[in-house]
């Protein structure tokens, strides 16, 4: 199982981005798939989850109304297309093989800053 982010970056507040995971060595189609972040002296926090077919989606009270998650079962990416970017969204994000509490691998992380 290999994943691998990308598209992190620095930001000013008010910004977007648009992350991706590339994932390959499993069955992409079969599983959901979870973005993640942990910010410095901070627990891991799930931010977003997607079920295997785009049914249904789930985001953490901080991030409703401005993160998206998105996937692409031909081409096995995910995106997180992150708007209205935030000082407190400052965070290493991960993409993870699986969701709801099931995870089964994680990405090395791409850095999301966001700052003046």
């Known amino acids: 199982v290999q994943l691998v982010e990308s598209g992190g970056g620095l930001v000013q507040p008010g910004g977007s981005l648009r992350l991706s995971c590339a994932a390959s060595?499993?069955?992409?189609?079969?599983?959901?798939m979870s973005w993640h972040r942990q910010a410095p002296g901070k627990e891991r926090e799930v931010v977003a989850q997607?079920?295997?077919?785009?049914?249904?989606?789930n985001y953490a009270d901080s991030v409703k109304g401005r993160f998206t998650i998105s996937r692409d079962n031909a081409k096995n990416m995910v995106y997180l297309q992150m708007n209205s970017l935030k000082p407190e969204d400052t965070a290493v994000y991960f993409c993870?093989?699986?969701?709801?509490?099931?995870?089964?691998?994680w990405g090395q992380g791409t850095q999301v800053t966001v700052s003046s």
């Open positions: 997607i079920s295997s077919i785009s049914s249904t989606r």
């Open positions: 060595g499993f069955t992409f189609s079969n599983y959901a």
């Open positions: 993870a093989k699986g969701g709801w509490g099931n995870f089964g691998a």
